[in-house]
């Protein structure tokens, strides 16, 4: 069973950041032609890109998205099928959260904007590949969730109730598409390092978790990118409609 990727197109949103880069770096590293997703931060996205292409050999590319805006990302998406004639794997990696309680005083904006880019943003990205996978009969789908999608986190309720919903949308993805030959799954991450999660617990609570957590210590982004890959190479070929947990055991 193959554990590469060489022929194969894949398309990472998100790409840029601290798990989005790794993961294009280890799917790349695999063989495959990688598009990095970018909103705001071409430069580190293009930065990326050329360091793949420098590394493999193989030329990645950059790619513009703005997840709350359906007809740019049909359109952008559309644009990378047509430059590359294929797009076999996508990751839904891009994500966006405000921390606030959910309070009169605090902007139902931040809330709502939140859920529009995690969860409708990867549904607009689904949307886009869609027809390209079901009529090549082939196709990876992996959503990048995260623990807070299982366990609650004070003050995170909007990126909790987005992530949740990414679940969904894997389970019910995964029956709908099978009969095509399109896989889906999903990767929820713990507490990792550089990542914008990290960031928004505070600093008495970062404090304590490693001791909580029983491998004692915070995920690297690598470590989630080598869970993406398991689930975007054939070696994961039976698996579908799963969510594989990547959190040092804290949610056992």
């Known amino acids: 069973m193959g554990t590469g990727l060489g022929g194969r197109v894949v398309l990472v949103t998100g790409g840029s950041g601290g798990i989005g880069s790794a993961v294009c770096r280890t799917l790349g590293a695999l063989g495959a032609t990688v598009v990095v997703g970018f909103h705001r931060n071409e430069a580190g996205a293009s930065a990326i890109a050329e360091e793949i292409t420098k590394d493999t050999g193989i030329a990645a590319d950059t790619c513009g998205l703005d997840l709350r805006d359906n007809a740019q990302v049909q359109d952008a998406v559309g644009a990378v099928a047509r430059r590359h004639q294929r797009i076999d794997v996508l990751v839904n990696n891009a994500a966006a959260g405000k921390a606030g309680l959910v309070l009169p005083t605090n902007p139902a904006a931040d809330w709502v904007g939140t859920v529009e880019t995690n969860l409708l943003g990867a549904y607009y990205c689904v949307r886009a590949v869609a027809m390209h996978m079901l009529l090549s009969r082939s196709g990876v789908i992996v959503n990048v969730a995260s623990i807070a999608a299982i366990s609650g986190i004070e003050g995170l309720s909007a990126y909790s109730a987005s992530k949740a919903g990414l679940l969904g949308l894997t389970r ?75 959190d040092g055991g804290l949610t056992l």
């Open 172 to 246: 019910s993805l995964a029956v709908e598409y099978a009969p095509f030959g399109v896989r889906v799954n999903a990767v929820a991450p713990g507490y990792t390092e550089g990542n914008g999660m990290i960031e928004q617990v505070g600093e008495q609570r970062r404090n304590g978790l490693q001791e909580r957590i029983p491998l004692r210590r915070l995920a690297r982004a690598d470590e989630i990118a080598q869970a993406v890959a398991f689930l975007s190479t054939d070696a994961s070929s039976y698996i579908t409609g799963q969510t594989l947990v990547v």
